[in-house]
């Protein structure tokens, strides 16, 4: 059993077992979806490296009253965030029409409910897993608080937030540029930043070129 289905079979079952309400109880004991559990095989895991703060069949209300199920909620600190993974159809036009219109709707009503909203399609986990990491990545920059690391200067915390925005690795040159300070002024903050290890090198050997955000990060 690799480390990925340990932690996945743990989490699930603790999941299950905390859970009060029945209707999310018998639908985790049914198990998740494929394109869910290959998201978080591929994409989640490998960059995140844990399960935690996501809860999977996550029940939520919608305006009718009614009940509504949440791929995965990622509920740091209280915070909402919603991924959904979008299998793909090429039958029953009919019933895709249906189903077009219910997912709109769907996520309107959590972005109005101050939800973040994630969809990832299924054929991008399996075509474009390097496209959905850097995604994922910077969906979960999202709930970062930069009060959590009150050891920051202005400087640093908003290079963080700069590389949290980009869906990719970034030169220098483009980060003095963000913050109107010398090329060699910004170098010293990667490097600090780097030895904090909240950003890593994405390219260069004895001068370093890119960097993105660290993934434990």
Known sequence: MSIFEQVYEDWLQKQTNEENN??????????????????????????????????????????????????L???????????EIHGYRSHARDVEVSR??????????????????????????????????????????????????????WAEAETLRFARRLLRPFAPKELAEHLRLSERRTRLILHQLVDKNLLSIASGVQRYRTYRLAQQF
Not at 73 to 83: E, N, Q, R, V
Not at 101 to 108: I, N, P, R, S, Y
């Open 73 to 83: 909620a990622y509920m740091p600190g209280g915070a909402k965030g919603c991924i």
């Open 22 to 71: 029945p209707r999310r109880r018998e639908l985790l004991r049914k198990g998740l979806g494929h394109g869910t559990i290959e998201f978080l095989r591929s994409i989640w895991f490998p960059v995140i490296g844990s399960l935690d703060h996501l809860y999977p069949e996550y029940e939520v209300r919608d305006f009718n009253n009614g009940y509504r199920y949440l791929d």
């Open 100 to 153: 077009f219109k219910d997912l709109c709707m769907k996520q309107a009503l959590l972005v109005l409910d101050d939800w973040y909203f994630l969809p990832v399609a299924y054929l991008s986990i399996r075509d474009d897993p390097g496209v959905c990491k850097q995604l994922t990545l910077s969906f979960v920059g999202k709930f970062l608080s930069i009060e959590l690391l009150p050891q920051l200067d």
